[in-house]
């Protein structure tokens, strides 16, 4: 069983950053893919980012100003959101799956743990 626990969410103003951590409790974070997926009231989950050992993604509106990252170490992973927009404004979620990011691409349904997700509201 993997549990997995954001924190770092909160309010900004547009323009600014915040980091995101996740906090995994075993060590899956360097063996297999880990994802930031985000969701927006009357939204579907949507993937923001991904990486595993082969590289990482990132969705197209978010391209230039977030950045995954892993600490293998720590068993954390992190995204680093800078020039935040009101539109980045969601519930974001970390999710870890054991099988490869080229093979479950950023479809919400195909990770297997998610953690319990965290706010982030970005005002104009």
């Known amino acids: 069983q993997v549990q997995l626990v954001e924190s770092g969410g909160g309010s900004v103003q547009a323009g600014g950053s915040l980091r995101l951590s996740c906090a995994a409790s075993?060590?899956?974070?360097?063996?297999?893919?880990m994802g930031w997926f985000r969701q927006a009231p009357g939204k579907e989950r949507e993937g923001v980012a991904t990486i595993d050992n082969y590289g990482s993604t990132y969705a197209d509106s978010v391209k230039g100003r977030f950045t995954i990252s892993q600490d293998n170490a720590k068993n954390t992973l992190y995204l680093q959101m800078n020039s935040l927009k009101p539109e980045d404004t969601a519930v974001y979620y970390c999710?870890?799956?054991?099988?490869?990011?080229?093979?479950?691409?950023?479809?919400?349904?195909?990770?297997?743990?998610w953690g319990q997700g965290t706010q982030v509201t970005v005002s104009s």
């Open positions: 999710a870890a799956d054991w099988r490869r990011c080229s093979w479950i691409g950023t479809i919400a349904a195909n990770f297997g743990y």
């Open positions: 075993r060590n899956i974070v360097r063996r297999n893919c």
